[in-house]
């Protein structure tokens, strides 16, 4: 296994997905700074490397995903660095999010403050069974400062994020899949067989149309009806210039699979 610019975040490229594992295990996988640097880094290297089709997240260690932001790091910044902190952590989260290539979350144990914050920057989330979830920073006197606000009402709505977020408290995973939290639960055991299948299953698709269609539902999402209508139609137009598309309709009629060139 190849290690990235720090030995916190290992980079692994298998069958062409990049699995990127957060690996501080005596820390819970605790975001530090150099930490969430090198996530960034992998995103990037992922994204640009022609061999990488699929990226996954995890965390080392059988007990956590990650278990927020570090304290201790945290507990020494005054107000200016931790706002460049968030700007880290919002920078960080945003290269996966933005990444043109999809970006599984293997949810592995404890996701909590910035590790669900993480989690939600990623594209699909599949978690184990035993995995926990919450925004406990209030607890701390904090507010999430990694999108926490933001993304989590998106995808369970305002309420259920206000009750996490004031409350603080941990849910478990079925309890994140009943609110929309994550997309799957699978027993622990299963966890990397599971994800290694659903990211098999994407990389049998036209590659440029799941850039597009990751452009069209994350930019789409944030603008009024008619203008995301309007990019939608055009991301659909530019499908038509690609040999993927091409290949694809064209492997429909013959009745085989397609062979997508990724052009
Ligand atoms: N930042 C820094 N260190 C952390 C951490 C975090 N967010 N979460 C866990 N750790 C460290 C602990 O300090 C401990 O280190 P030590 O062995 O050097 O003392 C180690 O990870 C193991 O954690 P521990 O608390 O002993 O495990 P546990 O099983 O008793 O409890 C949790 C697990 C997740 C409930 C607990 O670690 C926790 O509440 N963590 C903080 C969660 C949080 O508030 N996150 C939001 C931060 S903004």
Not at 86 to 95: I, P, Q, R, V
Not at 199 to 210: E, T, V
Not at 246 to 257: C, H, I, L, Q, S
Request: charged residues 20%.
């Amino acid at each position: 296994m190849d290690q990235n610019a720090s030995t916190n975040v290992l980079y692994d490229v298998t069958d062409r997905i990049a699995w990127v594992t957060i690996n501080r295990p005596d820390k819970l996988n605790a975001l530090n700074r150099a930490t969430v640097l090198a996530i960034a880094g992998a995103a990037r290297r992922a994204a640009s490397d022609p061999e990488v089709g699929v990226i996954v997240l995890t965390g080392a260690g059988g007990k956590a995903f990650v278990a927020g932001a570090d304290i201790a790091e945290m507990a020494a910044l005054g107000p200016h660095e931790a706002q460049s902190f968030a700007h880290e952590l919002n920078d960080g989260l945003g290269t996966l999010e933005g990444s043109p290539k999809p970006v599984l979350a293997a949810v592995n144990g404890f996701a909590l403050g910035g590790g669900c914050e993480l989690a939600m920057a990623c594209h699909v989330r599949i978690a184990a069974d035993t995995a926990k979830f919450g925004q406990p920073e209030v607890g701390l006197g904090l507010i999430p400062g990694a999108g926490g606000t933001q993304r989590l009402q998106r995808l369970v709505g305002r309420g259920r994020a206000l009750d996490l977020i004031l409350t603080g408290d941990m849910i478990d995973a079925a309890e994140a899949l009943r609110i929309g939290l994550v997309e799957r639960v699978v027993p622990a055991g299963e966890l990397r067989g599971v994800v290694s299948e659903y990211a098999k299953k994407l990389l049998s698709k036209g590659p440029l149309a799941l850039t597009r269609a990751l452009d069209a539902v994350l930019s789409g999402g944030e603008m009024a009806l008619p203008e995301a209508l309007r990019l939608e139609a055009s991301l659909f137009g530019l499908c038509f210039a690609t040999e993927d598309m091409r290949e694809g309709t064209r492997a429909f009629v013959e009745k085989r699979k397609p062979r997508f060139p990724g052009r």
